[in-house]
């Protein structure tokens, strides 16, 4: 299927739309607000104008944290996440990347993509620890309460962490 890709803020209109989508899944807890203040989101979207999936993207000093990254239950499991990070991963040769995710299929396409697991949890970074534990504490609400015991997030497994650096160092 031919698949436009723009890389920008999401709209309010999109928000509205993703956010219902992802009620869905047990992951990501990602509400209205905090897609918000994601200034380069990957965006898929259909010929038509749909949305096919999206990932957004933060730049932290020294790293480049990929997610929340979700593809519509309609498209899922037809190669477009794979798409999706393969395009934004493209566009970051520079730089070492990071991506956390508790579900299986993205540890799958970030091991593709060269990716490697960081089995240790004391040797993820310090940046990207303190920007997990800033991101959940931002996003604080009764909202994310409610969807976390609505949605059970942990029950798709641990949470799993994947880098992507440009040198070779040994996690
Ligand atoms: C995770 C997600 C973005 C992947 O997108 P997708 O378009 O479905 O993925 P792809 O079709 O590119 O598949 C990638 C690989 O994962 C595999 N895969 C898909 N679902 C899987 C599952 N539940 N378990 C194991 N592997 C799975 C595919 O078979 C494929 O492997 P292959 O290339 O060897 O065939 C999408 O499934 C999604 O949005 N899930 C709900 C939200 C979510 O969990 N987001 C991630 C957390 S932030």
Known sequence: ???????????DEEIDVLVEEIKKFPNPITGKKSWK????VYIAKTLQNNLIGVC?????NNWIKIGPFVV????QGKGFGKKIL???????PQD??????RSPAVAKI???LGFEEIVNILSVPNEIRWYLFTY???NLSLEFFKECMRKKPTSEGPYRYFVRKRENINY
């Open 1 to 11: 299927m031919e698949t436009n890709f723009e890389k920008r803020k999401l709209r």
């Open 37 to 40: 203040t994601f200034e380069k």
């Open 56 to 60: 957004g993207t933060k730049k932290l």
């Open 72 to 75: 519509f239950e309609k498209y």
């Open 86 to 92: 393969d395009v934004l991963v493209g566009d970051y």
């Open 96 to 101: 070492d990347l990071f991506i956390g995710s």
């Open 110 to 112: 970030a091991t593709k």
């Open 136 to 138: 959940i504490f931002e």
